[in-house]
């Protein structure tokens, strides 16, 4: 039983005990089930607790992902740039300042760069 499920059941017991003033439904005692399901949402409760609240205490450690080691050496042919992703070795060193000439329909207003 989850800690959850004791304090649902504690809840249900405590309404059919306290705020339910009918007290037998064609022989059935509606406070004596109310004193049940609270019973059993403690035990419940209790041993949840007990049991498995240490278990769940330990499954949440943290996990680090390591990742893979992999040949940091670059590509044939490329060689890594001061943004640090490898590039052609003929690329220029610098980036273009404008990605699409001035007079481009999609950037109206003059923009530049990528979306």
């Given amino acids: 039983m989850t800690i959850g499920a004791a304090l649902l059941l504690i809840a249900v017991g ?9 007290v037998t439904v064609w022989g059935i005692q509606v406070h004596t089930i109310g004193d049940i399901l609270m019973i059993v949402g403690l035990v419940g409760l ?4 007990v049991i498995w609240a240490p278990w769940a205490r330990a499954r949440r450690t943290t996990v680090v992902h390591q990742r893979p080691v992999v040949d940091e050496r670059p590509p044939d042919g490329y060689v890594l740039g001061p943004d640090g992703r490898y590039h052609p070795a003929d ?13 481009d329909p999609r950037y109206p207003s003059g923009r530049r760069g990528r979306l």
Avoid: H
């Fill in 14 to 22: 405590a309404i059919l005990r306290f705020a339910v003033n009918t």
């Fill in 46 to 49: 209790v041993l949840w607790m």
């Fill in 91 to 103: 690329y220029p060193a610098e980036y273009p300042t404008q990605e699409y000439p001035p007079g």
